[in-house]
């Protein structure tokens, strides 16, 4: 069945072709994404106003590229699957609109996608995985873990009490005066710092070893930037410190949680999966506990169309249709 994934949830605007015959197997015929860092970085963070216009002007040459690259027509597209929540309801909007518009004018069939199940399910566009698995979302937005039991059966086991990491990545970045998104920066840079130079304190949530809180890292090195002796270090070592608390403030509880539900497999997904340093100690503490981490290619950690193509295709194979009354839910549970 050839599947047509819609997503366009924040700020970048993406559409992808798989071809799928069964659950979670999928043949990526074609993935394309309009990225706008360009248009929110002189604001220093994503401007939803901004990111829905901006939508607006790509979304159909998006899905023109994504229906060339896969070498179809549209005549021929089986099903559409679009992101219809959680995220940014201007933008979510955008994409949802445009679907219900194809389906409507083709009769194809079509089914909204709640966006983090997308990336829960990213895992499997390259790799074959048992479940349940355990998976990690850590994006901009997002930063939990999940129990992935089957398809459509998701139990959401960790969560961050407060920001994202990909959020503490961005603001501490801001802080450093790195530009926005500030996440691949702080990587780069702290490939040339020392890691335990400057003092981090790590957060921990009482009574609750599989939950996740990035606020106080943010605000110790606010505070430390605050004083000269923090404005004297060098900024190699204040970003590879502050990295590695971030990376080992993940990775803790994210071994409890597959001890816990005795997964053999721990997914990495979400933007922040391109973390270098947390893919590595990821990797290595998985290990050490006897258990393989899969991480996604990069261009499928990030928000892209494939995964939303693969979570709506298997109900798409059932013969589920959502009705084109559906609406975008910026709070969309899952
Ligand atoms: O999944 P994503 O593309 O968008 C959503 O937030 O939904 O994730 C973007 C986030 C940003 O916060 C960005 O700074 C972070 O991922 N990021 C990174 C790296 N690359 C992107 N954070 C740490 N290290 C990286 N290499
Ligand atoms: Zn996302």
Not at 33 to 46: C, K, L, T
Not at 245 to 274: H, Q, S, Y
Request: charged share 20%; net charge neutral; hydrophobic share 45%.
């Amino acid at each position: 069945m050839l599947i047509l994934g819609i997503e366009s949830s924040c700020d970048d605007a993406a559409a992808a072709v798989i071809e799928t015959s069964a659950a979670g197997i999928a043949e990526i015929r074609s993935s394309t994404v309009a990225n706008q860092d360009d248009i929110h970085r002189a604001y220093g963070g994503i401007v939803p106003e901004l990111a829905s216009r901006n939508h607006v002007v790509t979304i159909g040459p998006v899905v023109e590229r994504a229906l060339m690259a896969a070498g179809c027509r549209l005549a021929e597209v089986e099903g559409i699957a679009v992101t219809r929540g959680p995220g940014l309801v201007g933008s979510l909007l955008v994409g949802l609109m445009f679907a219900k518009g194809l389906a409507q004018a083709s009769g194809v069939a079509m089914v909204g996608v709640n966006h983090i199940e997308g990336h829960l399910l990213a895992p499997l566009l390259e790799n074959r995985i048992a479940m349940p698995y355990l998976a990690l979302v850590v994006s901009g937005g997002h930063t939990a873990l999940f129990a992935v039991e089957d398809f459509g059966r998701y139990r959401r086991i960790g969560r961050t009490r407060d920001d994202a990491a990909g959020e503490a990545f961005d603001k501490v970045a801001k802080l450093m005066g790195l530009g926005y998104p500030g996440g691949r920066a702080i990587d780069e840079m702290s490939r040339r710092g020392n890691r335990k130079s400057v003092r981090i304190p790590r957060a921990h949530v009482k009574g609750a070893p599989m939950d996740f809180s990035f606020s106080g890292v943010k605000t110790a090195v606010a505070t430390l930037l605050a004083t000269e002796s923090g404005r004297a270090e060098r900024p190699e070592d204040l970003a590879a410190s502050f990295q590695e608390a971030v990376v080992e403030m993940l990775v803790k509880p994210t071994i409890a949680a597959a001890r816990e539900l005795g997964a053999d497999t721990i997914a990495l997904t979400g933007g922040v999966a391109a973390n270098s340093r947390l893919r590595d100690k990821l990797a290595e503490a998985a290990a050490a506990d006897g258990r393989r981490l899969v991480a996604p290619a990069l261009k499928y950690c990030t928000d892209n169309a494939a995964m939303i193509a693969l979570a709506g295709g298997y109900r798409l194979i059932r013969g589920e249709r959502d009705a084109l009354s559906i609406d975008a839910e910026a709070n969309l549970s899952l």
